[in-house]
């Protein structure tokens, strides 16, 4: 599962670009039972003095030698790269949870195949796949076209694969996850999260508030969330996360409008600023929060034992 931690590990927004959306190859290439989809705008990630600091506190280690594993590969990742997306799904048989990137830019794939030919690296092939590992790590790659890739360890791959050569079902046969995205795909960072994730990410944001017997009644009315970031003019976070009735939202704003109290009450003064900047509000059944800083503010912010209090 990626957790509320790995919301942005990879984030980034550039400057002048005004969305990140998945082309139909990239949607197919997205195995069905997504628990949580990040997608980012990959590009000029260095305008961004935020994005920069949260990419590099927040990105696993495993993700960060994927990345350089790709470069290595011969893939010019800073340039070649326009939208990234990190997908975590229920493995087709059920056997735990997963994790597949794919990527869409311009890929020089001549360049990177003689690459591969100079190194002897031999691809696995899938029907009409090949399948490049990547280091010593089990990590792997395959070009679907000149645009579009797929990454990941050798299973996340070949689950991909299957989506989108039509063996397994793919992200676009999820219709209540596609409808979800159509609110957040024109912005420069999104995510989307099922009820599962819904759940584990809130009682990570809520801490010790989970505990409280009516958190269990909230938590079992959570149907799926999504949040957006944009870092062209500062740090801008929207979140929203959709419960059964209006009721119920209203009561996890009402939780949640608690713990922030309880957070202030024992900031540090750079802490109590970020929650003056948070406003937290239901509407229609919905649960919305939202937050903004400028780009020092938030790169400060991540320090913070309260921001790693959210993350984690």
Same mark, same amino acid.
């Given at each position: 599962?990626?957790?509320?931690? @790995?919301?942005?590990?990879t984030?980034?927004?550039?400057?002048?670009?005004?969305?990140?959306?998945?082309? $139909?190859?990239? &949607?197919?290439?997205?195995?069905?039972?997504?628990?949580?989809?990040?997608? #980012?705008?990959?590009?000029?990630?260095?305008?961004?003095?935020?994005?920069?600091?949260?990419?590099?506190?927040?990105?696993?280690?495993?993700?960060?030698? @994927?990345e350089? %594993?790709?470069?290595? $590969?011969?893939l010019? #990742?800073?340039d070649? #790269?326009?939208?990234?997306?990190?997908?975590a799904?229920?493995?087709?048989?059920?056997?735990?949870?997963? *994790?597949?990137?794919?990527a869409?830019?311009? !890929?020089n794939?001549? =360049? *990177?195949?003689?690459?591969?030919?100079?190194?002897?690296?031999?691809?696995?092939?899938?029907?009409?796949?090949?399948?490049?590992?990547?280091? +010593? +790590?089990? +990590?792997?790659?395959? !070009?679907?076209?000149?645009?579009?890739?797929?990454?990941?360890?050798?299973?996340? #791959?070949?689950?991909? @694969?299957?989506?989108?050569?039509?063996?397994?079902?793919?992200?676009?046969?999820?219709?209540?996850?596609?409808? %979800?995205?159509?609110?957040?795909?024109?912005?420069?960072?999104?995510?989307?999260?099922?009820?599962?994730?819904?759940?584990?990410?809130?009682?990570?944001?809520?801490?010790?508030?989970?505990?409280?017997?009516?958190?269990?009644?909230?938590?079992?009315?959570?149907?799926?969330?999504?949040?957006?970031?944009?870092?062209?003019?500062?740090? &801008?976070?929207e979140?929203?996360?959709?419960? =059964?009735?209006?009721?119920?939202?209203?009561? +996890?704003?009402?939780?949640?409008?608690?713990v922030?109290?309880?957070?202030?009450?024992?900031?540090?003064?750079? %802490?109590?600023?970020?929650?003056?900047?948070?406003?937290?509000?239901?509407?229609?059944?919905?649960?919305?929060?939202?937050?903004?800083?400028?780009?020092?503010?938030?790169?400060?912010?991540?320090?913070?034992?309260?921001?790693?209090?959210?993350?984690?």
């Amino acid at each position: 599962m990626v957790t509320f931690g @790995l919301l942005a590990c990879t984030a980034l927004a550039p400057i002048g670009l005004q969305a990140a959306q998945l082309s $139909s190859d990239a &949607k197919a290439a997205i195995p069905n039972k997504v628990q949580q989809l990040i997608v #980012v705008d990959y590009h000029a990630i260095q305008n961004s003095p935020a994005a920069m600091s949260l990419k590099e506190k927040m990105m696993p280690p495993e993700l960060k030698r @994927l990345e350089q %594993e790709l470069k290595n $590969s011969g893939l010019k #990742v800073d340039d070649d #790269v326009d939208v990234l997306a990190l997908a975590a799904y229920i493995a087709p048989k059920g056997d735990g949870n997963r *994790i597949v990137g794919v990527a869409q830019g311009q !890929f020089n794939t001549q =360049s *990177i195949m003689a690459h591969f030919a100079k190194d002897k690296t031999k691809p696995l092939m899938l029907r009409n796949n090949a399948v490049y590992p990547l280091g +010593a +790590a089990g +990590a792997s790659v395959a !070009f679907l076209n000149q645009t579009t890739m797929i990454f990941g360890d050798r299973d996340s #791959v070949r689950d991909a @694969l299957d989506a989108r050569d039509g063996l397994a079902q793919n992200f676009l046969q999820n219709g209540e996850m596609m409808n %979800e995205m159509a609110a957040v795909d024109q912005k420069q960072m999104w995510s989307l999260l099922d009820q599962k994730g819904t759940q584990t990410m809130m009682k990570s944001v809520l801490g010790p508030a989970s505990q409280i017997a009516d958190y269990d009644t909230v938590r079992d009315r959570m149907k799926s969330s999504r949040y957006t970031m944009d870092f062209s003019n500062g740090v &801008k976070f929207e979140m929203s996360v959709v419960m =059964s009735d209006s009721v119920t939202a209203a009561m +996890a704003a009402t939780v949640m409008k608690g713990v922030s109290v309880m957070k202030k009450s024992s900031g540090t003064p750079l %802490e109590k600023s970020a929650i003056d900047s948070t406003s937290i509000d239901s509407n229609s059944g919905t649960l919305t929060v939202s937050y903004a800083a400028s780009d020092s503010q938030f790169s400060n912010l991540l320090t913070s034992p309260l921001f790693q209090s959210v993350v984690r």
